[in-house]
Every structure is written in C-alpha cells, then in structure tokens.
C-alpha cells in the first residue's frame, strides 16, 4: 500500500499535531491505441541490436519490417525489386560521410519512397536544414512514439517529392 503525502492536522483548541497516512488513490492509465499499419518498412541503425528493436516494435504494430546497419543494407534491398513503403534511417551513418547521400540513392532508385530520419544527438545547422525535408524523430523513442511518427510519415504525401540540398557540410 503506497502511502499518501504527509498531512498534519491541528486543532485549534489544544493544538496536538495529527498525522493521517492514507492510501493513495491510483490514477487510471488511460491506454490509447497504437497508431498501427500493414506497410512494408526498412529499418536502418548502425547499430544491430537498436535496428532489430526498432524493426520488432514496428513488426508488433502490424507492418512488415526488415532491419539492416548500413547504406549497403539499404540498397540491396530495393535492388532486390522488393517495393518499400517506409525507410527508418539515421541522420548520418557511420559508413558514410553523408547520411542523406543514401536516402537520395535510395529515392532515385524507388520513387515514391518516404523517409523517416531518426537522430540520437542534437542535429548540426547544416543537417537541420538538410533534414527539412524528412521529418527526424528524436531517440530515445518507444514504441507508442515511433508508430504515430512513422504512421504521420507513411500518411503525408511521398517524401520523394521533396528535394534535399545536392550536399551538406557542417
């Protein structure tokens, strides 16, 4: 039983101090739906185990999720003619000194592709602005998070409409 906050009660004619220790009365959690969908999306994270994460939530949401850690990943895959709804990338990438240069390769390669940029550090100028055209989800996120934010991304119209500066610097 969680005890409430601490209560001192005096009365005016002999001003003894009480205390009264209640329960608390629980809040009721209010469960909204998760925004859910049947789309196909890539999920793209140098690191694995944070690309698997991201690809099982989206997977228990109801879409068909592949995950993979680099540009090659990305490219592979809509090489292999299988179409992609969605793709889930970070900002920069590791493996490459442009992480947009990929999404760029990849919308040239599927029109109609839309992106949803993910970043765990505070963005450059020169990447905001570069990024304006994607919308870019803020880690840490969860999963409640990332369905609303790739359900707004799959429901706006194609990012691949959209053009990115030919290159960023910082």
């Not at 959690?29 to 698997?52: F, Q, T």
């Not at 450059?124 to 304006?132: C, I, M, P, V």
Request: proline share 9%; aromatic share 4%; net charge positive.
């Amino acid at each position: 039983m969680a005890i409430a906050d601490r209560m001192d009660v005096h009365r005016a004619s002999h001003r003894l101090p009480v205390t009264i220790l209640a329960p608390r009365v629980p809040k009721p959690v209010v469960r909204l739906p998760l925004a859910a969908g049947s789309e196909r999306i890539l999920v793209i994270d140098p690191r694995a185990e944070l690309a698997a994460i991201t690809a099982r939530m989206l997977s228990d949401l109801g879409y068909v999720a592949y995950w993979g850690v680099n540009d090659f990943d990305v490219l592979d895959l809509l090489a292999s003619g299988d179409p992609i709804d969605l793709l889930v990338c970070p900002l920069a990438l590791p493996s490459i000194p442009d992480g947009l240069a990929v999404i760029q390769k990849a919308v040239s390669r599927q029109p109609g592709l839309r992106v949803l940029l993910t970043s765990g550090s505070v963005p450059s100028h020169a990447e905001r602005a570069a990024a304006g055209a994607y919308p870019l989800l803020a880690k840490p996120y969860g999963q409640a998070k990332l369905g609303n934010w790739v359900r707004q991304a799959l429901d706006t119209a194609a990012t691949a409409a959209r053009q990115l500066p030919e290159a960023v610097t910082s």
